[in-house]
């Protein structure tokens, strides 16, 4: 075992679970704090905010990419895996705010991207620079084209982002792209790609990274030897259990066992977590078994509605999928990729919206007035809460302890998502403008041309109300969003204990979820309109005001709202 740099305090190195409670907080690297000034997030600016996180009650930070990156899919389109794009500072400041980062006693997870490079990848471009059937080439997915000429695409595949998955090149070959036409598949038959990854999870875990987001983890393993390929209507029809051509194939599961094995070499393990949109359980609990990635991300929560029924079929069912993995929960209210969950839940009924899964839902949007921006702040809480209280893990997304709203009203010309440039207006109308208004850089001060965001604007814009949502004017304010995520962190911390959880059914209702954790820690939320009274015991926290006159012991939870108490002892 080699450690070049590690930086991570005694108190951190011994604990191999660290992970399966932990809060894990997402920074946006482009839109987190600009230290330079050229209106785009760096290191040093994340350097200067870990007082801010670690006040937060944070156990652990997942940096997207920032990696060098021509920005095609917000820096998903890697083009050097191990080293940082200078935009965002230099492999020194990676290591300081590592440094900087295990000193506070936050841990970090860095992003990785193995299903597609960026085509300005230095094995890209000699791919380009090499004749079709080139050992150069074998490195991605080349295929000769259909038609007299090769002038139709191998498969009629769309990609993600829309438009074809099939790009031609100037010889007349075309290269698959599952996403945008500057992300180009990887073969991971090949051993080379394979080794490379291992060299670049240790070039990280070397430097103290202490895990890894693994970007698309169900996408890698690959089977094109069909001729003709299947179309997309039949590849849309084939089963998901694992002999799929493209997604979720068993033989995923061999290369995350070399990852694990990487992992395995340091103390403690490295962790990993698994973006995988899979639906059946058992499939994805593959992934967050230990001997593979170790966690996967349940998605569950944030596709479903503000709605007890579904709330309690999802924690029931993951509870069940843990058990079948042997690793923890996670859980996600926001992310990158989704319309925040402020947001969301201000949609009267998200109009069917949610009934699409995975990345097709995940670009929706809406226009500001169709928002209930304070129906959508209550429920926000009361979710967060519910969340927060929830046995495993939970992943936070920058801002969301704000209660930051989703940016609806960017215009066109100055949206950067592959999302948006590759839909038609049809599609638009459909799925939403993309995921830029999840993207827009924080606000840090109420005022100030980029509310303190940094000196050099701001590479997306940010709306006037920003400011009344910054960290400035949180901080003074006792019952703000902000506030409250601190004080659940900080809760959290001191009441969690094992991973049991225990429905009480005599508070649940239709409307109500009430469960007991450990210690009688005890979460109640009430998902509907009427208030309902809450039991005896130590009140904590709420997400909201309560009705009643506490004095007198009368507490009535209200609609849209989560409690948390402490059972007295019997
Ligand atoms: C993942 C990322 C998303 C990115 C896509 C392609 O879904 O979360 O942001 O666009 O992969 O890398």
Redesign the pocket.
């Known amino acids: 075992m080699t450690q070049l740099i590690d930086s991570r305090t005694p108190l951190l190195v011994d604990d191999p679970d660290w992970w399966r409670q932990a809060v894990v907080y997402q920074i946006y690297p482009r839109s987190f704090a600009d230290a330079t000034g050229d209106g785009i997030g760096d290191l040093r600016g994340i350097i200067s905010r870990i007082d801010y996180l670690a006040a937060l009650g944070i156990d652990a930070v997942w940096l997207?990419p920032f990696y060098p990156s021509a920005l095609a899919?917000?820096g998903?389109?890697v083009d050097d895996y191990r080293d940082v794009d200078p935009r965002i500072g230099t492999l020194e400041e990676f290591d300081a705010m590592a440094a900087a980062l295990h000193e506070a006693g936050i841990r970090l997870i860095v992003d990785i991207?193995p299903?597609?490079s960026s085509n300005r990848h230095r094995w890209f471009r000699e791919a380009l620079a090499s004749p079709p059937g080139s050992p150069a080439r074998e490195r991605y997915i080349f295929r000769d084209g259909r038609g007299e000429h090769g002038e139709i695409p191998p498969s009629d595949w769309t990609s993600?982002?829309g438009g074809p998955a099939w790009t031609r090149v100037e010889d007349g070959q075309w290269y698959l792209h599952t996403?945008a036409i500057e992300?180009p598949d990887w073969n991971w038959s090949h051993p080379e790609v394979r080794e490379d990854f291992l060299t670049t999870l240790r070039f990280w875990a070397d430097r103290g990274v202490d895990g890894f987001r693994v970007?698309?983890a169900n996408l890698l393993a690959k089977d094109l030897s069909a001729d003709p390929l299947p179309t997309a209507e039949e590849l849309a029809a084939m089963p998901l259990d694992g002999t799929h051509p493209t997604t979720d194939r068993d033989e995923v599961q061999d290369i995350y066992a070399a990852w694990r094995a990487v992992f395995d070499e340091y103390t403690p393990p490295r962790t990993a977590v698994a973006?995988a949109?899979i639906e059946s359980p058992e499939r994805r609990a593959r992934y967050a078994s230990p001997a593979s990635l170790g966690q996967a991300f349940n998605f569950d929560l944030l596709q479903a509605d503000f709605d007890a029924a579904q709330f309690r079929r999802i924690v029931t069912d993951n509870l069940e999928q843990v058990t079948l993995s042997g690793s923890s929960n996670t859980w996600v209210l926001s992310?990158?990729?989704v319309v925040r969950h402020v947001t969301r839940y201000g949609l009267a009924p998200l109009k069917g919206r949610h009934a699409k899964q995975g990345?097709d839902w995940m670009l929706a949007g809406a226009p500001e007035d169709e928002i209930d921006r304070g129906l959508g702040e209550r429920r926000a809480r009361a979710a967060t809460l519910f969340e927060l209280a929830l046995p495993g893990s939970a992943y936070l997304y920058q801002g969301e302890e704000l209660g930051l709203h989703e940016v609806t009203d960017i215009p066109d010309e100055q949206r950067q998502d592959?999302?948006f440039w590759r839909s038609t207006p049809e599609e638009r109308t459909q799925d939403g403008l993309g995921?830029d208004g999840t993207r827009v850089p924080l606000p840090w001060s109420r005022t100030g041309s980029s509310f303190g965001f940094g000196d050099g604007g701001s590479h997306l814009p940010q709306p006037a109300w920003f400011g009344e949502l910054s960290v400035e004017a949180e901080e003074a304010d006792p019952g703000s969003s902000l506030q409250m995520y601190r004080c659940a962190l900080a809760l959290r911390h001191e009441l969690q204990g094992g991973e049991e959880l225990v429905w009480d059914e005599t508070l649940s209702t239709a409307d109500v979820l009430a469960f007991e954790r450990p210690g009688g820690w005890l979460s109640v939320t009430n998902f509907g309109a009427e208030p309902v009274d809450l039991p005896a015991g130590e009140l904590l926290l709420a997400s909201g005001p309560l009705d009643g006159d506490a004095a007198v012991g009368s507490r009535r939870l209200p609609g849209a709202t989560t409690a948390w108490l402490r059972r007295s002892a019997l």
């Open positions: 997207s899919d917000g998903y389109d991207v299903n597609h993600v982002f996403f992300q970007d698309d973006e949109w992310n990158h990729d990345i592959p999302a995921r």
